[in-house]
T-cell receptor
Framework: AAGVIQSPRHLIKEKRETATLKCYPI?????VYWYQQGPGQDPQFLIS???????DKGSIPDRFSAQQFSDYHSELNMSSLELGDSALYFC????????????????FGPGTRLTVL | GQQLNQSPQSMFIQEGEDVSMNCTSS?????WLWYKQDPGEGPVLLIA?????ELTSNGRLTAQFGITRKDSFLNISASIPSDVGIYFC??????????????FGKGTKLSVKP
């Protein structure tokens, strides 16, 4: 079965550079979530989109922005990178299927490992 | 904000033993999910729980949604070496403007002695 695709898998940047991470959800999934996971930490929610509209916002720095496109893929744009931005960035997708709990099952991608030097 | 207390933080067990881990919260969640994460990989969904009191199994895994909606446990029976990894509980709220982002516990690192 098709899974969530993230690219690139690894990214090395210098401080103050910009980075763009891409996420391709599972086919027919309309909701995308971004999470950041630092070393030895649990994933922290950054931002989510439903039907191309931002649906919720977590601990996302102002230096970061994201959007969801008409084909439901999403991009996380990161500017003025700092050493502390080094982390695994996960995208997860789910389908709003009209059940009582429509956003229950989030499926995660393999992640993008960002290293800021 | 909401926090999940997951325990134990880590455990070493003998192959074939049963494993139990749990999560508690001061807040109510609509849904509890359990994920397993291998190093450098994304979390993989193991079990999703939707109703208070619900008991669900997935092979050797069994999880329950606490009746108060503030806790959940995960049991692994007859552990095998490939069970090694980090297990995360995650709570989810669906209400108003929230579209179901997950709040994760700190994880339980499972190591199995061969």
């Amino acid at each position: 079965a098709a899974g969530v695709i993230q690219s690139p898998r690894h990214l090395i940047k210098e401080k103050r550079e910009t980075a763009t991470l891409k996420c391709y959800p599972i086919p027919r999934h309309d909701t995308v979530y971004w999470y950041q996971q630092g070393p030895g930490q649990d994933p922290q929610f950054l931002i989510s989109f439903y039907e191309k509209m931002q649906s919720d916002k977590g601990s996302i720095p102002d230096r970061f922005s994201a959007q969801q496109f008409s084909d439901y893929h999403s991009e996380l744009n990161m500017s003025s990178l700092e050493l502390g931005d080094s982390a695994l960035y996960f995208c997860a997708s789910s389908l709003e299927d009209g059940k009582q709990n429509p956003w229950d099952e989030q499926f995660f991608g393999p992640g993008t490992r960002l290293t800021v030097l | 904000g909401q926090q999940l207390n997951q325990s134990p933080q880590s455990m070493f067990i003998q192959e074939g033993e049963d494993v139990s881990m749990n999560c508690t919260s001061s807040s109510i969640f609509n849904t509890w999910l359990w994920y397993k994460q291998d190093p450098g990989e994304g979390p993989v969904l193991l079990i999703a729980l939707y109703k208070a009191g619900e008991l669900t199994s997935n092979g050797r895994l069994t999880a329950q949604f606490g009746i108060t909606r503030k806790d959940s446990f995960l049991n692994i029976s007859a552990s095998i070496p490939s069970d090694v990894g980090i297990y995360f509980c995650a709570g989810q709220l669906n209400y108003g403007g929230s579209q179901g982002n997950l709040i994760f516990g700190k994880g339980t690192k499972l190591s199995v002695k061969p």
